[in-house]
């Protein structure tokens, strides 16, 4: 079992020689007189490499999840941390993934919990080799029950809720929420939140989000059979753009909305083709939740104090495009 306090033990006197090499920088000679601000040879050491392991139940081909690697990778380098990523959208398989992870002796992981049930044992067991497991994107319900340390995300419900509000204002009657993974428990929580503030009526409509042909089709046959739907909500970036298509092919005028975005999503709303988009903004749950792994073991640091740490809901639209517009290109 591993040992937290040897790590943080091992930490703290470098924590403490790096305090002591910025005391002696402060007190030393001023930069470009010989002393090491100016020079960088007296740079203190870097703190101890770990290993980190992200473990996700992302879909092949899904964009959405580069982004979140991306911030996983960018907290990575600057925090000395080797990062070891891997996928799959299977519960089971993603448990397994865990499991490699302890065995490969990690100093942390991240891990997301669409399937809590089927993650929970070696989520579980990986906590009690005294390893720190923090999770993402989804699983805000579960994360406390299982021992998890922090939670990075955003509510799934007050998103749904957002979507409801931009909806309403657009003055929007009759929608439909495409979900792509039936019984993830953050899609159908969003679909909860859009029919709980929706003024119109909603209903959930599944699609096959491995097949987008399946996807196309069944949003085009769904708009063709019920031409009184006004507003079609996709929970994905890839699914959103494939909609576009669906709409058109359908012969509808239903606007198009969607949740979590890309840079064609952004794109799309900046040109009209999209109302908006509810952003999660995947990359702060990437990189939060690896620089929390180094926090964590640096010194026992808990991001949030253990509640869960919101990196969304915030809607992207024709009004405020142009202020988000560096996380897209």
């Not at 519960?91 to 669409?114: C, K, N, P, S």
């Not at 359908?250 to 952003?279: E, H, Q, R």
């Amino acid at each position: 079992m591993k040992s937290n306090m040897k790590r943080w033990s091992r930490a703290g006197f470098a924590g403490v020689a790096a305090t002591g090499a910025l005391l002696l920088a402060a007190c030393g000679s001023p930069a470009g007189a010989g002393g090491g601000a100016a020079g960088g040879d007296d740079a203190a050491p870097k703190t101890e490499e770990l290993k980190v392991a992200l473990i996700t139940h992302a879909a092949p081909g899904d964009t959405f999840w580069d982004t979140i690697r991306a911030g996983a990778e960018n907290a990575a380098d600057l925090n000395n941390i080797n990062l070891l990523y891997t996928s799959d959208p299977d519960g089971a398989r993603q448990a397994q993934l865990v499991q490699q992870a302890v065995d490969q002796d990690v100093d942390g992981i991240v891990v997301t919990l669409a399937k809590a049930d089927a993650m929970s044992g070696e989520v579980e067991k990986a906590i009690a080799a005294g390893i720190p497991v923090f999770s993402i994107n989804a699983g805000e319900e579960e994360y406390k029950d299982l021992g998890i340390l922090a939670h990075f995300g955003q509510n799934e419900f007050i998103a749904g809720q957002a979507a409801a509000e931009q909806l309403n204002d657009a003055g929007l009657k009759k929608a439909i929420c495409v979900i792509q993974e039936q019984g993830h428990v953050g899609l159908e929580a969003r679909c909860e939140g859009l029919a709980d503030k929706f003024e119109g009526t909603s209903e959930v409509l599944y699609v096959q989000g491995t097949d987008m042909t399946n996807v196309s089709s069944t949003i085009t046959s769904k708009l063709q059979t019920n031409k009184d739907i006004d507003a079609v909500l996709t929970l994905g970036a890839p699914f959103a753009m494939t909609a576009v298509d669906a709409i058109s092919d359908a012969g509808s005028s239903a606007k198009l909305a969607t949740t979590d975005l890309n840079p064609d999503v952004y794109a799309a709303i900046k040109d009209g083709t999209m109302l908006f988009g509810i952003d999660q903004q995947p990359f702060m749950q990437g990189y939060e939740s690896v620089e929390a792994v180094r926090l964590f073991t640096d010194g026992g640091y808990v991001l949030g104090g253990g509640q869960a740490v919101l990196t969304g809901p915030a809607v992207v639209n024709a009004d405020n495009a142009e202020s988000v517009a560096a996380q897209f290109k």
